[in-house]
């Protein structure tokens, strides 16, 4: 201020007391000495510290606008700021767990099971059921809410809250038109024909994604629920549609084309009628979550996948909106509880297939869900109670929990290795030999995982000569490893230009892993090239026989005795021919 006057002095005209104390010059070199010295301190706390992250030690990961990129140098990294680092859990499984452990080894904390309301029966009314049926997190407002009745109740001393406005908690009768609409009109075929149809989608379908129970389904079926529930009878439909797929009947055979195609699509467009006029307000049914894989399964072969991949997305939230992807909905073991844990599973099996196979994230990563794994037992096992005794072992369900581990594998890969540099950045795979040390982590977890699939489901094991079961679930157990095999290593493989530490190597074991792909079809060709090839086997063998094409064009030299080039023609022979079916 004018005259070294502070503005309150001049505002009252006074003398100005105040005396300024000179500043401190602070010493560059000082603040240079402090700066090493926290640094110093910084590395000492993070050598000591566990590793948050999969392979990648602590002092790689950096927070906010200063981590790396790929081409920051060693040089250049230490002269930018350090965050503070967050714990890589909290955005996905650290590496120094193992990626293979089940969810119920994981234990939680007692406020988990707050933030969702216990299950009502399935008839209470309609002003009430969803009160009782719909999943909220701890995050969500209605968990807050219900706190806070809680704490009245206590202070207030009754049971129940003493005044409610019906125009918030009752359904409306405006409302029931479209709430309580009578069952669709479906058209079923011939009670033979459904129960052939049926029996083809479980001999070939249900043993792979075991979504249905057997024994209670059929039972449904002969008591004509499907003429009384129109989400059974949707289910119906559709097991009857993708039982076209297995079969040479000539009543399913369209006059003018001779397809099954004709046919399963107008089993299929009826479904497509329902769904597009339902509401989702009232909470789900377990028959209305098995539409949405049914659906998906459906529709892989006879649309883009990417209609199947969005079907797939609707079911999640359908699960999610049940919370069935949370431990606890399955504590209590059922029959209807352990087909509610069959569907999300299959859900989620499916999901990261076609996501790998679009390019795209998953719709739900493990972090998001606890769900436990499916019970081990046989369907005969399970009675409307639950688990009725020990399971025998081996199981039809060894498989599909296989397949679980194992997509759970891909899961990370899709994360990490086809994730965007954000992210990678989060997760701390940042600097050099990230990609080593990702590699070296998967290749790991495979490796592990080889050695906990049954004895009975590994490939050229002599049960698979006596049982088609086991050798369905075998084929796609292994296919589904080498696929994963060849989809973790075949950007280092095709990366131009080469990278010197990991093409070569990379290179190898993509080869090795498509023709071992295309071997498991070919010594099983009688059984596996069949409409089920096409199913669940064709997104394997065309992956392998393209990666090998692409080897030999890159080569411009083509080897016509090479283990190599027989693998493509056999490919090329077995896709032929399922195209054919």
Request: proline share 7%; charged share 20%; glycine share 4%.
């Amino acid at each position: 201020m004018p005259g070294g006057r502070c503005a309150t002095c001049i505002t009252y005209s006074v003398e100005c007391t105040y005396n300024d104390p000179p500043k401190r010059a602070t010493s560059k070199g000082y603040v240079q000495i402090l700066e090493t010295r926290l640094t110093k301190l910084e590395r000492l706390v993070q050598q000591h510290s566990s590793p948050d992250t999969l392979g990648a030690p602590p002092s790689s990961i950096t927070h906010g606008h200063a981590a790396w990129s790929d081409n920051t140098s060693e040089d250049e990294a230490e002269a930018l700021p350090k965050l503070s680092p967050l714990p890589a859990r909290a955005y996905s499984k650290p590496p120094d767990i193992d990626p293979l452990s089940p969810p119920e080894e994981v234990t939680y904390s007692d406020d988990e099971f707050l933030a969702v309301a216990e299950r009502g029966p399935s008839n209470v009314p309609a002003e009430k059921v969803h009160e009782n049926t719909r999943f909220y997190g701890k995050s969500s407002v209605f968990v807050l809410t219900s706190q806070a009745v809680n704490e009245s109740r206590k202070e207030i001393g009754v049971g129940d809250m003493p005044y409610r406005r019906k125009e918030f908690w009752i359904t409306p009768d405006w409302m029931f038109s479209i709430l309580e609409s009578p069952p669709a009109r479906f058209e079923y075929p011939d009670m033979d024909l459904m129960r052939h149809l049926v029996d083809c989608y479980f001999d070939n379908l249900n043993i792979i994604l075991p979504l249905l129970h057997r024994p209670s389904y059929t039972r449904s079926i002969e008591e004509g629920l499907h003429h009384v529930d129109s989400n059974f009878g949707a289910t119906v439909l559709l097991v009857c549609a993708i039982g076209c797929r297995y079969t040479e009947d000539p009543r399913v055979m369209h006059e003018i084309t001779t397809s099954t195609s004709c046919t399963a699509w107008k089993f299929f467009n009826q479904i497509y009628q329902l769904k597009r006029k339902r509401i989702h307000y009232l909470p789900h049914s377990l028959y209305e979550a098995q539409i949405y894989p049914l659906a998906a399964l459906f529709l892989e072969g006879y649309s883009p996948p990417e209609t199947s991949w969005v079907v797939i997305g609707t079911g999640l939230r359908v699960m999610q909106d049940s919370g069935v992807h949370r431990k606890f909905f399955s504590e209590q073991q059922s029959l209807e509880n352990e087909l509610w844990k069959r569907a999300f599973w299959v859900l989620i099996v499916l999901d990261r297939s076609f996501s790998t196979l679009l390019g795209r994230s998953c719709a739900l990563q493990d972090e998001d869900f606890d769900a436990n794994l499916p019970l081990l037992c046989n369907d005969e096992d399970l009675e409307e109670s639950g688990l009725k005794s020990p399971a025998q072992s081996p199981t039809h369900m060894c498989c599909f929990v296989a397949a679980i581990k194992l997509n759970q594998i891909l899961a990370f890969a899709l994360r990490t290795l086809y994730s965007t540099k954000k992210s990678r950045v989060v997760l701390g795979y940042v600097g050099k030999r990230w990609e080593q040390r990702i590699l070296a982590t998967l290749d790991s977890a495979l490796n592990k995982w080889m050695d906990t699939v049954p004895e009975h489901l590994r490939w050229g094991s002599k049960s698979l000569q006596q049982n088609r079961t086991y050798l369905i679930q075998s084929a796609f157990l292994w296919c589904q490893f080498y696929e994963i095999q060849l989809h973790i290593h075949r950007m280092f493989a095709l990366r131009d230009p080469p990278d010197p530490e990991l093409t070569a190597s990379s290179t190898i074991i993509c080869k090795s892993a498509a023709k071992q792909c295309i071997g498991i079809i070919e010594s099983a060709a009688d059984v596996l090239v069949t409409p089920l090839c096409t199913h669940v086997l064709i997104k394997p063998m065309f992956s392998s026989c393209i990666f090998l094409l692409l080897i030999f064009w890159r080569k411009k030299v083509i080897d016509y005795d090479s283990p190599e080039y027989h693998a493509v023609n056999v490919a090329t022979e077995m896709l032929h021919l399922t195209s054919q079916r």
